[in-house]
């Protein structure tokens, strides 16, 4: 599969003015470093300048401000990034989905698949199951009965959702991820832990996507909810009765515990994790590897990670953790000392 | 599928004591927020004391000491919380297990299933394996040669357990599960990793639950064991020849590196770490976040995560942790000064 | 399966020297406490020299420093470790190989499979795949379009590989493993995220193994690149555009973030994680629950975990880390102060 397009075509469809050659033809699309002279590239931070003054690409995306920074073929946009995401997205066209059904897979009784939707090998749907039009589902992947699944879904091979739980359009969840597995809840009873039915589901708005390997609990009595406009990257977890509001981005091997909810438009680093039954105000930008142990209200960037330093560093540092009370108990006494012997003179 | 009880049928089968009207026919269990007039709910925390005044749910689950904070049809319980979880498996029966074998499974010589269970669509199990009574094998697992699992197992779609492991009655495991994968050993020789076979096994008792994507790793020589009773929720790590005891539980994304022994009734939270060789004494609780460097010999809570903050404030903050033992030694000369000027007098 | 060595044919093998009874006969390895009388164990630290006195096995490996701790029959060599591995592998050899492809198999256009390689039932292989010689395709795997994998991988069962990825000789691959799923590229646009088509590869080299559940995405348009004798366990992740460096190992739940390089032979301990965008050298170690968050010039040992310790006193300690920064200011007044006092004497 080939594609390309003149300057002034992908103007026309994506916006956007064109400077220089609007006939240059663009095949793919690459970083400033390795592009190709039948390649378009794009700059969108100033650190990048010195490389677009030798790369090799035939044409370059690029802010307004930037416009006369090269002579090269350009299109000038008020969001390169996000005009490069469109770009690619122009010259990458999925795959076009075969619709219909692979001879192995295993449809339950009173499932509806539309027509226009593509299920591959070894799929599983139970009974009573909806998967909507130009849905694609991967090889082995299971579908429990009575879930829905809205248009335009692409579920990469092996991804497992568990009965009932409710997925709107536009999901593309990677291999590996499990959408509606019990949450972790027990109860104590005399030296053993009794099992709580996990009776709640999953409910997935819109253009949601979910990296491999991505877990989502169903809820133990009411539903886990992840609103529209949500992207989650690998190996996230997503316990019980958790609510991700829309449009927050969520990054590797992250974690929300129980009961919490995330607002709209957050940013969660990798390894962050969140502790359960708290509330992440909008607009909250949480660091990689910082553990948020309470609620937070406000707006604003947060971090906890501890700064690294080489081990023998570190070792001597840390030890004084463990006594760091102590430590603020003998400046206290210094002050004090101190305020004596001023006030003796 | 629907189920309805009187509140006397559940005392019946459960215990409690019932005040208010024994008649009272509820179909299903919700929260206190959410519960319906046909719906039984439950109070265990004294937090949410309002709720319990506006809910309109039909019954009541409570503690003696809160019998008549409620007018409403109750059931007294010395346990509210584990009660619930009885009621809630009462009112939310699994599906029926359908015995028998689906056509596509495909089965190893010599592998002996129970009559009684079911094994689902595109299933593999392993030469010589065996499956216990009324054990339910999920579309897509892979049992490897030689497996033993005993009854009542649940095994959700697209778990692996790799061959010769062994594990008992009751074991539910949750899509993405993969048991007895290789450890993680490796020895140095002139410049290149050689791989340490892993010949152990894993070995895992009854009551078990084990949650999506969580992996357990086989021994490398001898066994890695998981006692009866052990709940982990999902992504967890679990390495090779570690020893979990009877009745841990073990939140999300925490892991357990090599060789080391967890007791019994332990707590581990969520993202916690607990380093490879040591050994953590019985009734241990972790925080959620922290790392276990070294043997914990003392039942008790332990924590280590680092306060998140601003991250302005954190930055300022964090800085001063790689100079801390040079903070500390600014301490220790002022105290010394401070006492010569003291003695001076 | 069952084989047998005299130490004689051992050492013949892999070398080293025999001391003592060379014709003792040895069916398997084991730990100084657990060998039986023919089974043949090792010494690798000196800690364990109480044990070597009471052990019950047939043979040992020992250093030659060691030599003559014993006086069973015994095999010298310079890595006891690594010869321990070698006779690990000599005495547990894999399963030997069925080639051929099972009928349940689905095998795309075009795509090329040795004769001597094993496919099992229920894979699904892409159009134009290539599988090279003695290569074993476990149950469930799900192979791209156009992936290319050389000689004598091993692939577990359920293992997913996304189109387009090229692979080395002598992979081996545990079970959840997803290679080549996108990398997360989102780029915001008048408040909804929009994607970022992942164009690149993941380009894996020979002798690479890969722990269960453990994810390496697809880069956003030049390849993620995994170089030979790379060793990962369990629930790593590898963002796009990483490279990792030959022979570097990665233990359990470590994450690397976007478009960052690790150096040759490093050392990556359990969940710990390296930033985006950060270049570590060649040789460096990282400790467990260590976050990098800037590059890493010079070989060497790194750590950042926070000290655990008792709940209560981790409270009354880690309130002080969030007045760091004010607790510093109130050393320098001190100091001045004193400074003052000091000089008015």
Redesign the interface.
């Known amino acids: 599969m080939s594609v390309s397009y003149r300057l002034s075509e992908i103007a026309a469809q994506l916006g956007g003015r064109v400077l220089g050659n609007a006939d240059a033809i663009v095949t793919?699309?690459?970083?400033l470093e390795?592009a190709q002279p039948d390649q378009i590239t794009f700059l969108t931070n100033s650190r990048y300048l010195g490389q677009l003054a030798v790369t090799r690409a035939g044409a370059v995306i690029l802010a307004e401000q930037d416009a006369d920074l090269t002579e090269l073929p350009r299109i000038i946009s008020d969001?390169p990034?996000?005009y490069?995401?469109?770009v690619?997205?122009l010259l990458?066209p999925l795959p076009e989905v075969k619709p219909g059904i692979?001879h192995?897979a295993?449809i339950g009784a009173g499932a509806i698949i539309d027509a226009t939707a593509s299920v591959?090998?070894?799929v599983?749907i139970g009974e009573g199951a909806k998967i909507g039009a130009h849905s694609v589902i991967?090889?082995?992947c299971?579908i429990g009965a009575n879930v829905v699944i809205g248009s335009r879904a692409r579920l990469?091979?092996?991804v497992?959702v568990?009965h009932d739980c409710l997925i709107g359009d536009d999901l593309?969840a990677?291999?590996?991820v499990?959408i509606g597995?019990?949450g972790?809840?027990?109860?104590?009873?005399r030296?053993?832990?009794?099992?709580?039915?996990q009776?709640g589901r999953v409910v997935i708005g819109n253009?949601v996507?979910i990296?491999?390997?991505t877990?989502i609990?169903r809820g133990a009595?009411?539903d886990t909810v992840i609103e529209d406009?949500v992207?989650m990257?690998?190996?996230v977890?997503i316990?019980h009765n958790v609510r991700i509001g829309a449009?927050t981005?969520i990054?590797?091997?992250a974690?929300v515990?129980g009961s919490s909810t995330v607002g709209r438009y957050c940013l969660i680093g990798?390894?962050a994790?969140i502790?359960g039954h708290v509330k992440i105000a909008d607009h909250v930008?949480?660091?990689?590897?910082?553990?948020?142990?309470k609620s937070i209200t406000e707006a604003?960037?947060?971090?906890?990670?501890?700064?690294?330093?080489?081990?023998?560093?570190?070792?001597?540092?840390?030890?004084?953790?463990?006594?760091?009370?102590e430590?603020?108990k003998?400046?206290k006494k210094?002050?004090k000392?101190?305020d004596c012997?001023?006030s003796d003179?």
């Open positions: 793919q699309i690459a970083s390795t969001n990034y996000a490069f995401a469109r690619s997205a990458n692979h192995s295993i591959a090998a070894t599983v991967g090889e082995g299971s990469y091979p092996r497992v568990y593309i990677h291999s590996g499990v597995a019990d972790f809840g027990i109860a104590m009873d030296g053993r832990w009794l099992k709580i039915p009776i253009d996507e990296g491999a390997n877990t609990d009595l009411d406009g992207k990257d690998n190996m977890m316990a449009h981005a990054a590797g091997c974690g515990a990798g390894m994790g502790t930008e949480i660091a990689g590897f910082t553990m948020i142990s604003g960037s947060y971090s906890g990670g501890y700064p690294f330093s080489k081990t023998d560093d570190w070792r001597r540092n840390a030890l004084h953790l463990r006594r760091l009370d430590l603020v003998r400046i210094l002050e000392e101190l012997i001023k003179k």
